[in-house]
Structure formats: structure tokens, C-alpha cells
């Protein structure tokens, strides 16, 4: 009975951090809006480049969370 | 996966008990003969965390070499991330035009020749791991019948250390032939991640080689079997790391540029 509430509450709280992070990620404030000057600068940048940067993003920091991911997965498994 | 044996290092009792005068009045103490049955103390994953046997010391070597490499992962990765931005990035020149001054560096073909040598290499560091943790012949070594591990890991790293040095030599033709070409590390930007990318690699390769080295000198030195097989297991996953690292670095050079 013990166990079960206890199974009960973990899962509750994996809930509520799923759905924190999903409201995060859909606020506003989410999206970089950025400063006038930012604003010029991008805008001044051609298209091509803007999608290196973006691509140079992604590889970053999906080689990062990867990375992040393959490492707690490691210490689980070897604890 | 071949299954991995490493035989518990024995605990050899080096003091006579304290009332024990040698002359054999008393008989010893400590019966445990390690056998099954014997109580809790013989299963290793009962024993507290660092005191778990040869496994243990194992997968904590490798728990180090595969985060070194997540840093060395992440050091390539940050050059590739500037290799696209620079790529499609340009300036502007005195009459408002854009201008991008990236040209394509020809890849010599050499580096083809090249890959397959540490294709190569890493299969035959490969055997050289698998032939380590071969049970009859383990068994066989940690009795001290033979030492038919150690000796085919060494065969097995050799041939790899001289791949290495192979692959390596042939990164220097390879720099060679740029530079009889005039393509130097400040021609172009192009040439400029060339050389960066492939001298940065060849640092790692050589670091590599060292540890090939210290592999070979562990496997003649060190008389625990269960640290060669670090020395030699440890070195291998640096090498099959460096080695696909390698083939990511030269499919984007030889098609991503």
C-alpha cells in the first residue's frame, strides 16, 4: 500500500515537470525576441547564413544533449 | 559481444596470525576457501562500492575514457559548427556586393588510402581487445599455464601501432601534396578547416599511438592479468572513437565542403 502511494506520488511528479517544461516552452517569453541591435544584425544577414547558424546550433547542442543523455544513461547503468 | 571473464585477483595472506608461532600449534583461522556456499562475501556485487573486484575497475576505466571523449566529441563538433557558419558566411566589398570567398579545397586522394588503413587498425585493435577476454585462454593465463592473451593482444596491437603510424604518415603526404599544390593554412578559408580539422585529428591519433605504446609496455610489465585488460581495453574504445571520428570528418571534408 506503502509502495503504491509512493509509485504514485513519483508519477505525479514526473507529471507535473513534463507539463512545467511544456508550459515553459510554449510561453511567450520563450522566444528570443531579441534587441534592436540584434534585430539589425540579423536582419542584415543573408539567408544562407542565417541557416548555417541554425544548423551549427542544432549539431551543437544535439551533439550536447546527446551527449548529456548517453552519459546519465552510463552512470545509471554502472550503478 | 564476446562474454567478458576476468578472474577475481586471489588475496594472499601475507601475516601469521598473532598467536600463531609458526610452529603449526593452531589451525588457521580463515577457512573460506571460495567455493560456492560459502556465505555473502563470494558474490562481488555484495562488497561495498570500489571494493568489487576486476569488473568494477574495469567499467570505472571506461566510464573515464568515454567522458574524456565526450570532451574531444564536443571539440570537433564546435570546429564543424564554425565549418558550416564559415562556409556560408561572406563580407561585403567596396561596391555593396556580397562577397563569400570560400572555394573548395581539393581533397588528395590519398586520404581514401588512408581511411581504409585505420578501418583496418581499429579491426585489428579489435582483436586485440576480444582476444583479452577470451575465457579458456584467461583461465588459462590467470593460472599461469600460459599467456597466449597477452601474447595475441600484443601480435594483434602491433600490427595496429603500425597502421597508426601508417595513417599517420600518410596525413603527411597528404599535407604534402596541399602544399605543393600552394594550398596552405591561410590560402583560403576553405584550406584553413582543412588543415584544422585534419591536424587537430592527428594530435588525437598520436595521443592514440602513446597509449598503444603504454598497452604494449603494460602488457609485458604489468603481472595482473586483469590490468592488461584494462590497458588493452581502454586503449581500444580511444581508438575505434578516434576512427569514427575520422570517417565523420572525412565524409564532410571530401562531400560537405
Request: aromatic content about 12%.
Amino acid at each position: 500500500m506503502k509502495r503504491q502511494s509512493q509509485n504514485l506520488r513519483v508519477s505525479l511528479l514526473r507529471w507535473a515537470w513534463l507539463g512545467s517544461l511544456l508550459l515553459l516552452g510554449i510561453a511567450a517569453q520563450s522566444f528570443g525576441q531579441g534587441c534592436s541591435q540584434c534585430l539589425d544584425n540579423t536582419r542584415a544577414t543573408p539567408p544562407a547564413v542565417q541557416a548555417a547558424y541554425r544548423k551549427a546550433i542544432y549539431l551543437l547542442g544535439g551533439t550536447g544533449a546527446a551527449l548529456f543523455v548517453a552519459g546519465t544513461l552510463l552512470i545509471r547503468r554502472e550503478r | 559481444m564476446p562474454p567478458i571473464v576476468t578472474p577475481p585477483e586471489i588475496e594472499r595472506r601475507h601475516k601469521v596470525h598473532e598467536s600463531d608461532n609458526g610452529s603449526g600449534r593452531r589451525p588457521p583461522t580463515d577457512k573460506r576457501t571460495g567455493g560456492n556456499g560459502e556465505g555473502d562475501s563470494d558474490n562481488w556485487n555484495d562488497r561495498p562500492q570500489g571494493r568489487r573486484g576486476p569488473r568494477e575497475r574495469l567499467s570505472q576505466v571506461r566510464m573515464g575514457v568515454f567522458f574524456g571523449l565526450f570532451a574531444v566529441l564536443m571539440f570537433f563538433i564546435a570546429i564543424v559548427s564554425a565549418f558550416f557558419v564559415t562556409r556560408a558566411s561572406g563580407h561585403f566589398d567596396a561596391y555593396s556586393k556580397y562577397v563569400n570567398e570560400w572555394l573548395p579545397t581539393t581533397i588528395p586522394s590519398i586520404l581514401w588510402l588512408n581511411t581504409a588503413v585505420l578501418i583496418l587498425s581499429s579491426a585489428s585493435a579489435e582483436m586485440a581487445r576480444r582476444s583479452m577476454f577470451r575465457e579458456e585462454d584467461v583461465m588459462d593465463e590467470w593460472i599461469g599455464l600460459s599467456r597466449r592473451t597477452s601474447q595475441r593482444a600484443t601480435a594483434w596491437l602491433t600490427l595496429t601501432l603500425a597502421l597508426g603510424a601508417l595513417f599517420l604518415a600518410g596525413q603527411w603526404v597528404a599535407w604534402d601534396q596541399l602544399a605543393a599544390q600552394h594550398v596552405f593554412f591561410k590560402s583560403n578559408p576553405s584550406s584553413h578547416f582543412f588543415y584544422l580539422i585534419t591536424v587537430a585529428h592527428a594530435v588525437h591519433l598520436f595521443v592514440g599511438v602513446g597509449a598503444l605504446i603504454a598497452a604494449l609496455i603494460g602488457l609485458r610489465r604489468s603481472h595482473q592479468i586483469a590490468s592488461r585488460q584494462i590497458f588493452v581495453d581502454a586503449t581500444v574504445w580511444y581508438w575505434h572513437a578516434m576512427g569514427l571520428l575520422w570517417l565523420f570528418l572525412f565524409a564532410l571534408l571530401e562531400f560537405g565542403q
